[in-house]
């Protein structure tokens, strides 16, 4: 599993570090990241996106409150594991409405935070299925590898043609994709076309086929081509 990321979100700086050192304790390995406001957590979430696997949110904070700085997460990641903390219990209704994970009282204890983060522990070793990120009208996706079939541009839009038969588009290139999909089981075989392997059902010298998808395999890229899928079959075999 990656080293894990967590953030700690409280404008108390007691309580900020009391909760650090609690989830420092239950994750050694852990980087942990404290901020004094929804503000200054959401600034680094809207210029890099969310590198958090869970992030822990006080309610009660000036400016944006927690459950407001939760709507905006919520825009850039709709999956993120958060986990409110707060005085009173008055806000379940509101935390439920942002998808919450947990909700503790404080004074939070070892033993709320261990048992909020084993069960993650093992939702995240669970979750290391390479992913695809990108964005689309201000929100960050995710989308599994193994979803995918193949990926096609057009016009500055890419298109990723999902198994189960829906398109997902963001506006881009293919270029802007080749590093996130480096060493994996896609393959560039044409100007406006990846093509997962574990996808294809045969090839000829030009094209690749897909069930009834048919996609070229353009002459710049042959060779490349045909030396990735030759030694995706050799590793195939092996496993």
């Not at 990641?77 to 909700?103: G, K, L, T």
């Not at 541009?153 to 990723?160: A, D, E, G, P, Q």
Request: net charge negative.
């Amino acid at each position: 599993m990656n080293e894990l990321m967590i953030a700690v979100c409280d404008d108390e700086a007691e309580d900020a570090n009391a909760l650090r050192n609690l989830v420092q304790q239950a994750l050694p390995k852990a980087e942990i990241r404290t901020y004094a406001s929804g503000q200054s957590l959401l600034k680094l979430i809207e210029s890099k996106g969310n590198p958090f696997h869970a992030i822990f949110l006080d309610i009660h904070m000036p400016g944006k409150s927690g459950i407001e700085t939760a709507e905006e997460i919520r825009k850039w990641d709709r999956m993120v594991p958060i986990i409110f903390v707060s005085c009173s219990d008055n806000y379940y209704r509101e935390a439920f409405d942002v998808f919450a994970y947990q909700y503790l009282l404080k004074p939070v204890d070892q033993r709320d935070v261990e048992s909020v983060l084993s069960l993650l522990t093992e939702f995240w070793e669970r979750d290391e299925e390479p992913t695809i990120h990108f964005r689309y009208r201000a929100q960050i996706y995710a989308v599994r590898h193994k979803q995918v079939r193949y990926i096609s541009s057009s016009l500055h839009t890419v298109i990723f043609h999902l198994t189960d038969g829906r398109n997902v588009h963001c506006r881009g290139k293919l270029n802007d994709f080749t590093e996130q999909l480096r060493d994996s089981s896609f393959v560039r075989c044409h100007q406006s076309f990846f093509v997962n392997m574990d996808a294809v059902t045969g090839m000829k010298t030009d094209s690749f086929t897909l069930d009834d998808i048919i996609i070229p395999i353009s002459r710049s890229f042959a060779k490349e081509v045909q030396e990735s899928y030759t030694q995706y079959l050799e590793k195939k075999k092996i496993k």
